[in-house]
């Protein structure tokens, strides 16, 4: 095996026990089906009664939104199981072993992915169910679905470098809380980001939830012609500003949690 | 190359403790070398130095001829390890938990699976295999550990504390499991606070305090060290405890030890029968009663108080269960 096999295979290996675990941790796969299912409920009824959007109905304009939610939060599987794992000694039978160090993240990152995979799944059930449909050519939409996954992973990578920067699950918890709310509110995920003042706009029009949802929203045809459409840059080039986003994530992001894997586990 | 293990001069330190204090040794190929030594003395940090998840702050170290800093990768292809904590993965099965060990060693999908099921049932684990970890017995939880280091075969072996929460019958097992191991060629450092375990298995003994060895050799030789013989004598009564200590004091090469709750008094002496039997004397005039008394070869038990100045743990893993 040489140095490009070895990392596949071992991470191949990881994903495997990831997906075991996941499978027989009812918690994790509860919260990965019930969350989707609650949210696309509450918000399509709850704000959907009170938000109004130019030109098309809530719930389309919604969907993508909620399903970049379902992503980020999702994406915090990986962190939160990565600080779950340091704390017991499983990270020094990896390191004893002749495994490709990478195999690790490369393995719990992978995993996550085909976690959010299904999750994606049941919400675009559940979308179809209160209404959302899609407009635009198929191949478009499976981009929009490539586009959300490819970003899932990006993130994967960024909750794993918070995960291995704290170390506790506790810790973890808090600050992913703490960063994932105002990452999703101030944004144009659940309304129209040109309806807020000022600061809060310029922040949500940058925010790159609100550019992948965008995308997602191009992609899917949720998107109407009434609407006010906003001058920031991101926004006006939604699909490649999120290929953008997605590739300076990934290459900040896994060297650094790479970087701090080492350290974490060799303390 | 015929030493499996080599270390010079090993520094590791955790900012004001030193942990490994220039500690030097090496381990002949298909030997089987037991680290001892009370809490602390850092047996572990040496396992883990040796074993590539620590880097040391001084000396030099190879494990199977690579170096434990430059050539860490292909080092961990020749060793197998059981740490101190037994590091398997809960939500897994006993056997998917070993076949996973067995892909990472890069055996390949069948080898892995084949050699997982032979493990354990060396390991009187088969009826267990296919239940998530998290339902086992912290016994059974240290054989997958230790069926985990033996996955690939490897050349050299580490294990830190093995038999530590085993029952009798599954130590016994191990010892044998270990002694074949040994017999076919490995390597094995071991790390034990049961002196009956260093004394079964190993060829060469070696006692670290304070991150430095303080003793090694031969069980024999170790005893021969501490030299002389012992006088262990049981009173009836507590009270006469004192009155015995006294006497027994005078013929002392060292320190007396006395065990109030099985009012024992063991000490060390140069002439053994001369002094036994002036003891005797003396404490029949004194009123003792003397309940038994007899003159024994030092124990390892013996050589380790002596070296350590700290009791060994008694030889019932439930009894240094409880008091840790
Ligand atoms: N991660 C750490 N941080 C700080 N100090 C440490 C760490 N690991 C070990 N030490 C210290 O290093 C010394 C040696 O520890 P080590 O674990 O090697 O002892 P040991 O001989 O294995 O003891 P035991 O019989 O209790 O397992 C101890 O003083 C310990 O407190
Ligand atoms: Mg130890």
Same mark, same amino acid.
Do not use: C
């Given at each position: 095996?040489n ?6 295979a071992d991470?191949w290996t990881?994903?495997r026990?990831n ?10 796969l ?5 969350f989707?299912?609650?949210f696309v409920?509450m918000?399509?009824?709850?704000f959907?009664?009170v938000i ?5 109905s ?8 909620i399903?970049v939610q379902?992503?980020?939060v999702?994406?915090q599987?990986t962190?939160y199981?990565l ?31 085909l976690m959010?995979l ?8 559940m ?9 635009t ?6 981009l929009?679905?490539g586009l959300?996954l ?6 994967s990578w960024?909750t794993?470098?918070v ?6 699950p506790e ?6 809380t703490?960063?994932s ?5 101030v944004?144009n995920?659940?309304?129209d980001?040109?309806d807020l003042?000022?600061p809060l706009r ?5 925010n790159p939830v ?9 992609l899917f045809?949720n998107?109407?012609?009434a609407m006010?459409?906003?001058d920031?840059w991101?926004l006006?080039?939604a699909?490649p500003?999120s290929l ?5 994530i990934?290459?900040v ?11 974490a586990?060799?303390? | 190359m015929?030493?499996?293990?080599t270390?010079e001069?090993l520094?590791?330190?955790?900012g ?5 204090d220039g500690l030097?040794?090496t381990v002949?190929?298909g030997?089987?070398?037991a ?15 040796l074993?590539?998840?620590l880097r040391p ?6 494990v199977a001829g690579?170096d434990v800093?430059?050539?860490?990768r292909?080092?961990?292809s020749?060793i197998g390890l059981?740490g101190?904590?037994a590091?398997v993965d809960?939500? %897994? &099965?006993?056997?998917e =938990?070993?076949?996973?060990? @067995?892909r ?7 080898r892995?699976k /084949?050699?997982?099921?032979e493990l354990l049932?060396?390991?009187? %684990? &088969?009826?267990a295999a =296919?239940?998530?970890?998290? @339902? ?6 240290r054989?997958v550990?230790? /069926?985990?280091a033996l996955?690939a075969?490897?050349?050299v072996?580490?294990?830190d504390?093995?038999?530590t929460?085993?029952d009798?019958?599954?130590r016994?097992?191990l010892?044998d499991t270990?002694s074949e191991?040994v017999?076919?060629g490995s ?6 606070q049961?002196?009956?375990?260093a ?10 305090d304070?991150?430095r060895?303080i ?8 005893k021969d060290?501490v030299g002389g013989?012992?006088i262990?004598l049981t009173v009836?009564d507590?009270?006469?405890l ?5 006497a027994?004091a ?6 007396v ?11 060390a002496?140069?002439?053994?029968p001369?002094?036994l ?7 029949a005039d004194?009123?003792v009663r003397?309940r ?5 070869r ?5 050589v380790?108080?002596t070296l350590?100045?700290h009791q060994?743990?008694g ?6 269960e409880a008091t840790?």
């Amino acid at each position: 095996m040489n140095a490009l096999t070895m990392p596949i295979a071992d991470g191949w290996t990881i994903a495997r026990r990831n997906t075991r675990k996941i499978r027989r941790s009812p918690d994790l796969l509860g919260s990965a089906i019930m969350f989707p299912i609650v949210f696309v409920l509450m918000f399509a009824y709850v704000f959907g009664s009170v938000i109004d959007v130019p030109g098309m109905s809530y719930r389309e304009f919604l969907l993508p939104g909620i399903f970049v939610q379902a992503v980020l939060v999702s994406a915090q599987v990986t962190g939160y199981t990565l600080t779950l794992d340091l704390q017991k000694g499983i990270f020094d039978r990896f390191r004893s072993l002749p495994m490709a160090p990478s195999g690790v993240l490369i393995g719990q990152t992978v995993s996550d992915l085909l976690m959010n995979l299904a999750s994606l799944v049941v919400m675009a059930v559940m979308g179809l169910i209160v209404g959302w449909r899609v407009h635009t050519a198929p191949h478009e939409a499976v981009l929009g679905f490539g586009l959300l996954l490819l970003f899932a992973y990006a993130f994967s990578w960024f909750t794993a470098t918070v995960a291995l920067a704290l170390r506790t699950p506790e810790s973890f918890n808090n600050i992913a809380t703490t960063l994932s709310f105002p990452l999703m509110f101030v944004s144009n995920a659940f309304l129209d980001s040109s309806d807020l003042p000022a600061p809060l706009r310029v922040v949500a029009e940058w925010n790159p939830v609100s550019t992948i949802t965008q995308a997602a929203r191009e992609l899917f045809g949720n998107t109407s012609a009434a609407m006010k459409t906003a001058d920031a840059w991101p926004l006006q080039h939604a699909v490649p500003a999120s290929l953008l986003w997605i590739a300076v994530i990934l290459v900040v992001f896994i060297p650094l949690a790479t970087r701090l894997y080492k350290k974490a586990v060799s303390a | 190359m015929s030493d499996a293990i080599t270390a010079e001069g090993l520094v590791k330190r955790y900012g004001e403790v030193t942990a490994l204090d220039g500690l030097s040794f090496t381990v002949p190929r298909g030997t089987v070398l037991a680290l001892l030594g009370p809490n602390g003395a850092g047996k572990t940090t040496t396992v883990r130095v040796l074993t590539t998840l620590l880097r040391p702050d001084g000396g030099r170290a190879t494990v199977a001829g690579y170096d434990v800093v430059g050539d860490a990768r292909r080092l961990r292809s020749s060793i197998g390890l059981s740490g101190q904590y037994a590091a398997v993965d809960e939500h %897994l &099965t006993g056997a998917e =938990n070993l076949e996973m060990i @067995g892909r990472l060693y890069h055996l390949g999908a069948k080898r892995s699976k /084949a050699r997982a099921r032979e493990l354990l049932e060396r390991f009187d %684990l &088969t009826d267990a295999a =296919n239940r998530p970890v998290k @339902g086992y017995s912290g016994g059974m939880r240290r054989r997958v550990d230790l /069926a985990g280091a033996l996955v690939a075969d490897p050349p050299v072996l580490f294990l830190d504390e093995p038999t530590t929460g085993l029952d009798p019958r599954a130590r016994a097992a191990l010892w044998d499991t270990i002694s074949e191991l040994v017999a076919a060629g490995s390597t094995l450092l071991l790390t034990t606070q049961y002196m009956e375990e260093a004394d079964h298995l190993a060829d060469q003994i070696m006692v670290v305090d304070h991150g430095r060895a303080i003793a090694r050799g031969t069980a024999d030789e170790l005893k021969d060290q501490v030299g002389g013989s012992r006088i262990e004598l049981t009173v009836t009564d507590a009270a006469e405890l004192e009155t015995a200590r006294q006497a027994l004091a005078r013929f002392a090469a060292g320190a007396v030890r006395t065990v109030p709750e099985s009012l024992q008094i063991t000490v060390a002496v140069t002439d053994g029968p001369e002094s036994l039997r002036q003891v005797l004397g003396l404490l029949a005039d004194a009123g003792v009663r003397v309940r038994d008394a007899g003159l024994r070869r030092p124990t390892l038990d013996d050589v380790y108080l002596t070296l350590t100045g700290h009791q060994a743990s008694g030889t019932d893993p439930q009894a240094r269960e409880a008091t840790r």
